[in-house]
């Protein structure tokens, strides 16, 4: 079965667009973010850039394995806001990012067809001014093992490029490695055959 370990996203908030319609004007932004608490703070610094506006509707998708996403409709018409911004987060086929539409209500009303058209099409709008970039999903390993056994080790890292996060080289090596998920399994069976290297996953 071949494992997927690639996703995309954006590296950098996207320009600010503008959709207009009936007067309505809707601000357009996409950022990276990788924490709800990233959320708020993005919301809470457009909310204060754009103290006027009537509505700050927005949907997030975090997370490459284990997904979670929210979309809000912050005061419009349940659903004509947040799910069709969620929407072109998903066509995109993108994650860890936040694409937010604030809207200034223009005095005519745009019914509940209208909105979602101007709210997709806004977020639509913002992904397309983005970067996408496609990124691996990466698993990381700490190996450690004494000093006497660092030629084996290193052999090994530098056959398969493998990508050094941080070492600490002493009468006790660690060295702490990230590797793609597909190749995962294989460079753990490598280290974990060595004699006298402890490979195991590494958790913050």
């Known amino acids: 079965m071949e494992i997927n370990d690639t996703y995309k996203t954006i590296t950098r908030p996207s320009q600010e667009v503008l959709f207009k319609d009936k007067n309505s004007k809707f601000f357009g932004y996409a950022f990276p973010v ?23 509707c927005y949907a997030y998708q975090i997370g490459t394995q284990n997904i979670s ?6 005061g419009e018409p349940n659903n004509s806001a947040g799910m069709p911004i969620y929407g072109q987060i998903q066509s995109f086929d993108v994650t860890n990012v936040l694409v937010v539409v604030v809207r200034y209500f223009g005095g005519v009303k745009l ?11 806004s977020a639509q709008l913002a992904l397309e001014s983005s970067k996408i970039v496609t990124k691996t999903i990466n698993i990381d390993y700490l190996i ?25 080289l002493e009468l006790d090596c660690q060295i702490h490695i990230s ?25 913050d």
């Open 111 to 121: 019914g509940v067809g209208g909105l979602i058209n101007a709210y997709k099409t």
């Open 179 to 203: 590797v793609r998920k597909k190749e995962a399994k294989a460079i753990f069976n490598v280290f974990n055959q060595i004699f006298e290297v402890k490979i195991s996953e590494f958790n």
């Open 69 to 74: 996403y929210r979309a809000n409709d912050d």
């Open 34 to 56: 990788t924490s709800e608490e990233e959320v708020k703070s993005i919301i809470e610094k457009l909310k204060k850039q754009h103290h006027s506006a009537r509505h700050w």
């Open 144 to 168: 450690k093992f004494d000093y006497k056994n660092m030629d084996k080790v290193m052999r090994v890292i530098k056959e398969k490029q493998l990508k050094i996060v941080n070492q600490k």
